[in-house]
């Protein structure tokens, strides 16, 4: 149960009030009082507001649904275009502008580079994520399929399979710092040679320089080990030479390592990826967000039989070639994501006795802790703009990030910043933003520094939009409706013409497989080609790999020759996904069914019963896929659609619940925190995984969210 204590005129949780004054206040110029009142009048004045949006969203629906009933068996594309137009689910365009954001730093305005996200619930993975500026070239390759396993996986180290990946380390040298004369694996030293910057001496005596003296740029020395360090399209690159390392004494050039400048941005995960239903789970979010700002944030764990305690990475000093010193940061620059505008929370309840937006929250308490490192309190400098980078999913059209934006400027005025501190990150993953995105970004277009792309939130709200219209396309056919395409590019086309080359992030979606490397690095690279400049990834090792592909690709360029490309189609994006092969054979619906459900149920039960919100959760043929809340409601979404057109009956929903059920009890036989759901399919889980499709219909706009939240609380209240 948990406890209150009064502020002014709220209530807040006990735990969060002492977490706030103890933790977060000291350092900081601002009062408890001022922040409780400033709190206070914040849910005041913005909680009408916010209640307002939500119930447009869900008059919005219910005019979508009776016309799609009425139109379903006479859709007329020119009628539903101006339909939505007359309702005011499409607005008009206005004139044309440019984006104003100004005071961001280079990693999310002009460069480009791999994007981690990650729960920050979890300290070990929000750490990693932080320190996966770097990564290693040579584990990389060494510890993923990228080079396939030959004969029996050996004990230690192998040496053979170190051999390849020193050749596909010269290979990436070769092609992106090549030498004037021979190879990288011709090299037997590397030295500093005045104003040519390096000199490499080959294994037939001649003396190499590269073709390109620009592309070193400093050096640094720890002892034995130099560190050579080399920049090229923005990123850098370390030759780490040490012959007294195991791989370095066997290497010729006494080569030990090739670090990649990797995970340029990393974002910090309060909203899907996250199972923090209460005041508890959000204090530990907020308590290990504060720790990344104050940069003091550890954890300890034991890693094999030994204990290990991760700490952020501190700043890398180098020498230039003039022998001046200067440092490049340890850490990926780090964004935060907050939740959105459609969830309460019990941490803080108002003057009723009334639970209080979330997404109010933590606009508040998510600056608050950013205003360490703002203030310079911190051990190191995450922004050294000094901005405060917010992502905001799930808003729904211009109004609701013209919402936001006010919700920032009181934010600002609170904590005494400077208007447009608080950067806004619009994740481009509902339908209404989508169609929408021009005067979304004009909402914000003072603060904007991300937008982006997200197939599986998008497909789930398309579904949902267009429940009433007919049954959807199975859903491993959805990536190739002719919508998908259009919004890939009207995302990557809106972006540009409003001016966000070289002032702000448009990033693509994530890789679901994390042992799948070797596939990742042979596509994920068309997602630059596309004018990305950042794109999602699942680790740190896939941050190092992804990185080769923006060596591979100049993405300033690509963007700027996609600028004058021909805007993508607002008719192909409101092509719905109908399935239109009808009838459906019974072992298709099954198999449908079965995939829908095994995902689902894997991730579900973990969720519920162990509060955790991202895992790799076996599929249906045992390979891993990182699963949250947006494939979550994809799924449930699917199974939701076709129940509801009578393509599989209830019976057959609770069937496959049940088989796929006793499945991902086998795929889990491991886990000693584990609950199975079978026999008796009676638990928690099971009946919140049966909730989101029977009643999926019926949820605002397909979120899953209320019924996990419900469900995750009487979880806990059981324990």
Request: proline fraction near 4%; glycine fraction near 8%; include cysteine.
């Amino acid at each position: 149960m948990t406890k209150y204590v009064a502020r002014g005129t709220l209530q807040v949780a006990t735990a969060f009030a002492d977490f706030v004054e103890n933790e977060m206040l000291p350092g900081l110029d601002i009062t408890a009082d001022d922040l409780w009142q400033g709190l206070a009048a914040l849910v005041c004045d913005f909680t009408p507001r916010n209640m307002v949006l939500l119930d447009i969203r869900k008059d919005l629906q219910a005019s979508l649904d009776i016309w799609q009933t009425e139109h379903a068996s006479k859709w007329d594309k020119t009628a539903y275009k101006k339909f939505l137009k007359d309702i005011g689910y499409l607005v008009p365009e206005g004139q044309a502008f440019q984006i104003g954001t100004t005071g961001s730093d280079l990693e999310v305005s002009s460069l480009a580079g791999p994007q981690l996200v990650v729960p920050v619930d979890n300290a070990r993975y929000a750490v990693n994520a932080a320190n996966a500026r770097w990564g290693s070239l040579f584990d990389a390759f060494y510890g993923t399929d990228v080079i396939p396993q030959k004969g029996d996986v050996k004990a230690g180290y192998d040496a053979a399979r170190g051999a390849v990946v020193i050749a596909r380390a010269n290979d990436f040298l070769d092609t992106y710092f090549p030498l004037k004369n021979g190879s990288h694996s011709h090299v037997i030293s590397y030295e500093l040679a005045g104003t040519a910057g390096l000199a490499m001496k080959l294994q037939n005596g001649q003396v190499t320089i590269l073709e390109n003296k620009a592309l070193f740029v400093g050096h640094q020395r720890r002892g034995d080990i130099l560190g050579l360090l080399f920049c090229h399209h923005g990123l850098h690159v370390e030759i780490v030479i040490d012959r007294n390392h195991s791989v370095g004494a066997g290497n010729p050039s006494g080569v030990c390592d090739v670090i990649l400048e990797s995970a340029l941005t990393a974002i910090m995960d309060c909203e899907d990826s996250v199972a923090a239903v209460d005041a508890e789970d959000k204090v530990n979010l907020y308590r290990n967000w504060l720790g990344l700002m104050k940069g003091d944030l550890s954890i300890n764990f034991t890693k094999g039989n030994k204990q290990v305690k991760r700490r952020l990475n501190p700043d890398r000093i180098y020498t230039d070639k003039t022998g001046k010193e200067f440092s490049l940061s340890g850490r990926s620059l780090m964004l935060v994501r907050n939740v959105g505008h459609l969830m309460t929370t019990d941490t803080v309840l108002d003057g009723s006795a009334i639970e209080i937006p979330e997404g109010i929250l933590d606009a508040l308490i998510t600056s608050l802790a950013a205003l360490h490192d703002v203030k310079g309190k911190g051990l190191y400098k995450n922004s050294k703009a000094g901005s405060i980078y917010i992502v905001k999913p799930k808003m729904h059209g211009p109004d609701e990030a013209a919402f936001a934006n006010d919700v920032f400027n009181r934010v600002e005025d609170i904590l005494k910043l400077p208007r447009h501190t608080l950067k806004i990150g619009v994740m481009d993953e509902e339908r209404r933003t989508t169609l929408n995105l021009k005067e979304t970004i004009r909402a914000v277009k003072d603060r904007i520094f991300f937008i982006n792309t997200g197939f599986l939130d998008r497909t789930g709200d398309e579904i949902h939009t267009d429940m009433e219209a007919g049954p959807m396309v199975r859903k491993n056919a959805m990536k190739d409706e002719i919508w998908i395409e259009a919004y890939e590019r009207w995302n990557v086309d809106t972006g540009l013409a409003l001016g966000m080359h070289g002032k702000a992030q448009i990033g693509k979606g994530m890789w679901a497989m994390p042992s799948e490397m070797r596939q990742m690095l042979d596509v994920k690279g068309a997602q630059l080609l596309a004018g990305a400049s950042c794109a999602w990834v699942p680790s740190p090792t896939a941050a190092t790999l992804h990185a080769i592909h923006y060596h591979e690709n100049d993405v300033s360029k690509i963007q700027e020759e996609l600028i004058s490309r021909p805007p993508a189609s607002l008719d192909d994006l409101l092509n719905i996904p109908l399935l239109h092969d009808l009838p459906v054979a019974a072992e298709d619906i099954k198999n449908e069914l079965d995939n829908n459900a095994q995902g689902l149920l894997g991730y579900v039960v973990r969720w519920i019963d162990q509060g955790i919100g991202c895992s790799k959760v076996p599929d249906i043929n045992d390979v891993g896929l990182m699963e949250d809340r947006a494939t979550l409601r994809i799924s449930s979404q699917h199974m939701a659609n076709w129940l509801h057109h009578g393509i599989c009956t209830k019976e057959d929903i609770m069937e496959t619940l049940k088989h796929m059920a006793a499945l991902v009890d086998a795929q889990n036989a491991g886990d000693p925190n584990y609950s199975p759901m079978a026999p008796d399919f009676n638990g928690v889980a099971f009946r919140a995984a049966c909730d989101l499709i029977l009643k999926g219909a019926e949820q605002p706009n397909g979120y899953t969210e209320p019924i996990l939240h419900a469900r995750r609380r009487e979880a806990k209240a059981h324990k």
